[in-house]
């Protein structure tokens, strides 16, 4: 992908979330279902130190909450979104977390990234985020460099092919001012809407199969756990959880 496409699609999340975070973060308070098998997961270091690449709301936050005592998190959630970032701090106070506003795209991700190390990294609603196939492979690289030694790297990938009513949301690349053409576009690129509002457009990425293993693959840390969750009806994200070598 061209850099002026990548900036173009950067953009329009950027002016989705920084326009309508509030609304999003209305409908998307409740823990995922899927968040209760990664911490069936957890390393066993206390306190455990987490970095939360994309953290939105800071809804997995709450879920690490749940599960542990304050006393042995020491949380690090970064997001581009300020307006995701407000509500996350007004619901989780406390010396064992903080919220820091990363743009983790721009400059490189081996640049913009806490440098840890961390026993768990997350990136759970995040990939599809993240325009052009190296962009991808080049944030998935830096999170695993994060990694204490047995460190956990847990994150899904959305699979919103599953959801018809997601599919009837999908806009043509053309329909946007200046409009964008397919040929800028990698394979399972789309932009898609949200709810019923008209000018609420959002970039998305839908990793097949075959992308995520090789994505995988290339980080060359051991694989836990693969599993699909989360959706009312249908599993809409798929999660991945790789752990990094203990120190021998």
């Not at 270091?45 to 970095?51: A, D, E, G």
């Not at 490189?108 to 190390?117: E, I, Q, S, W």
């Not at 009806?233 to 790789?242: D, F, K, R």
Request: contains cysteine; charged residues 25%.
């Amino acid at each position: 992908m061209d850099p002026t496409t990548r900036a173009r699609l950067l953009a329009i999340n950027e002016r989705f979330y920084r326009e309508h975070g509030r609304a999003f973060d209305a409908t998307r308070q409740a823990p995922w279902p899927g968040f209760a098998s990664v911490l069936e997961h957890l390393p066993p270091t206390r306190p455990l130190r987490v970095l939360d690449v994309g953290c939105g709301n800071g809804r997995f936050l709450g879920a690490l909450e749940a599960r542990l005592p304050a006393a042995e998190l020491c949380y690090l959630g970064i997001d581009a979104s300020q307006t995701l970032l407000g509500p996350a701090r007004e619901r989780h106070r406390g010396e064992h977390a903080r919220f820091t506003q990363c743009d983790f795209l721009s400059p490189a991700p081996a640049a913009a990234l806490p440098p840890g190390p961390f026993d768990l990294v997350a990136l759970f609603g995040v990939l599809h985020h993240v325009p052009g196939d190296a962009l991808r492979t080049e944030l998935l690289a830096a999170c695993a460099k994060r990694l204490a030694a047995g460190g956990l790297l847990a994150l899904t990938f959305w699979c919103f092919d599953r959801d018809p009513r997601l599919a009837r949301r999908r806009i043509e690349p053309a329909a946007l001012t200046p409009p964008l053409s397919p040929e800028q576009l990698e394979p399972g690129d789309h932009l898609l809407g949200f709810g019923a509002v008209p000018d609420a457009v959002r970039y998305c990425h839908l990793s097949d199969g075959a992308e995520r293993t090789r994505l995988l693959d290339a980080l060359a840390l051991e694989e836990v756990a693969r599993f699909d969750d989360d959706g009312a009806a249908l599993p809409l994200n798929h999660y991945a959880l790789l752990r990094a070598a203990p120190i021998r």
